[in-house]
């Protein structure tokens, strides 16, 4: 019968993500399961019968030990990260937790302690300091650099997160890089844009609905969470839910089911919420507009992304990240973005955020021929974010767009006497440029190649 006991113990252990180990008063390993073989390397039966300290050699055995102090005071400890060496002395981070065991008559017995292998959360901060790129998200801020920190964190933790921020600043390249973090990641991330639905297209998106539900379902359909089970959904805008479809997105948060339109059966919903908001949900929760407990319950950790304004630092890296994108996507082999333009995005306000740059560099891909983006690519509105005669090149170039490019050109033939290098000066174009709109426009002015400095 006792040994009934111990093999069903150890096939409930072996079932544990986590590794697993108990020891008896005298520091002796009783029981050590599967992960916990995994984790350090040491096989079950090496283990059973050895003091915890000689098995993980853990940098607090010595003079820190959780265990020791749990079974001392009484008191659980909860994710403490320490190191650990494993079986090849090679350093592995974990999380521990420490409890005591007692036997049926209160008495301290021993103690039982929980580990997480933290190394793929370690390489992945590793891999990220002092680097620009996470996942899909390109920084050198100072602000999105601590977010870097802390999306391993978030990602490995089942918590609903809410991810506020302006309009294009990339709130939905955030949401996918905590999916494809996580446990989930072998699943589906699916997305939602809540403000671009009315109200019962949104319902029907969500739960999905069963055939008659309504005049056209003629067959049953998935809703999204359906879609997404196992994995995560990211409900973009959240704030423009009405009050009606909040309820029910209140209802899956708190119970973990939904029923589909029109159904009877109820469906569990094993998803994870990423809900996103250009809004200030608070505020909105203050104005009556927004129920307060379905943002109690989306507000469990909140990520706040500032706007390319704030985060001028990174305008040159994401430009030069968007220019690589779109000669892949173009078949252009454009370099880079030239000083002059770079200055001018720099004075610009952005309003639309890292989308706005986006298109603004792939509006320059339209006008580009060159190896080099230059401020005639940029649109005509980013010109007067330039000083007057910081940049003639732009304020010359944009006055022949909107006048009689071809009387501007011979107005300065003239003045210059046909020296082609003081016109293209002049215009902030170079010679081979000025050459070809000479020839465009049928201009006959000869320079004087002689003459010509």
């Known amino acids: 019968m006792k040994q009934q006991k111990h093999d069903d113990r150890d096939i409930i252990l072996d079932s544990i993500a986590d590794g697993v180990f108990t020891v008896d008063g005298h520091w002796i390993i009783t029981s050590f399961n599967r992960a916990a073989e995994r984790i350090t390397g040491v096989k079950r039966v090496q283990a059973i019968g050895q003091k915890c300290f000689d098995v993980f050699r853990a940098d607090i055995c010595q003079t820190a030990c959780a265990l020791k102090h749990s079974i ?21 981070p974990i999380s521990i937790s420490t409890a005591v065991l007692r036997d049926k008559n209160g008495r301290v017995v021993g103690g039982a302690e929980t580990f997480r292998d933290l190394s793929d959360i370690e390489l992945l ?63 589906k991330f699916i997305a939602v844009n809540c403000g671009a639905l009315p109200d019962s297209l949104l319902e029907s998106e969500l739960f999905g609905y069963v055939k008659g539900a309504f005049t056209d379902a003629r067959t049953d359909k998935p809703g999204r ?14 704030g423009d839910v009405s009050p009606s479809v909040q309820v029910k997105l209140l209802r899956v948060l708190q119970e973990k089911q939904y029923e589909p339109l029109g159904g009877t059966t109820t469906q569990k919903a094993d998803v994870r919420i990423i809900a996103a908001t250009n809004k200030n ?17 989306l507000n469990i950790v909140k990520i706040s992304l500032p706007s390319l304004a704030q985060r001028r630092d990174d305008i040159v890296l994401l430009a030069e990240h968007f220019i690589r994108k779109f000669n892949v996507k173009k078949g252009k082999h454009i370099e880079g973005i030239s000083a002059k333009a770079i200055a001018i995005l720099m004075k610009h306000d952005f309003p639309g955020n890292i989308r706005e740059l986006e298109n603004i560099i792939e509006h320059a891909f339209v006008l580009c021929r060159g190896k080099e983006i230059r401020p005639e690519h940029l649109p005509l509105e980013l010109a007067g974010n330039i000083d007057s005669g910081h940049l003639m090149e732009v304020k010359s170039i944009n006055i022949m767009r909107d006048q009689n490019e071809a009387g501007i050109i011979k ?8 020296k082609r290098s003081a016109v293209a000066a002049e215009l902030g174009i170079n010679k081979s440029t000025l ?9 006959s002015y000869p320079p004087d190649d002689q003459t010509e400095q």
């Open 281 to 297: 949900l608070q505020q909105l929760t203050s104005l009556g507009r927004f129920r307060d407990d379905l943002y109690y319950r």
């Open 225 to 238: 969470f359906a879609l997404a089970q196992g994995g995560t959904l990211f409900l973009d805008e959240i």
């Open 72 to 92: 001392e005071t009484g008191n659980e400890i909860i994710d403490r990260r320490i190191n650990i060496l494993n079986d090849q002395g090679q350093t592995v």
């Open 411 to 418: 107005n300065i033939l003239l003045k210059h006497s046909g």
């Open 435 to 443: 050459w070809r709109k000479m020839k465009k426009y049928e201009i």
């Open 125 to 187: 901060r590793q891999e990220i300091r002092g680097r620009y790129t996470f996942e899909d998200i390109i920084s050198q801020n100072h602000d999105i650099h601590q977010l870097f920190e802390i999306l391993p964190d978030i990602a490995a933790s089942e918590s609903t997160v809410l991810i506020e921020g302006p309009t294009g600043s990339g709130k939905e390249i955030f949401a996918r890089a905590i999916h494809n973090l996580s446990p989930r990641k072998k699943n």
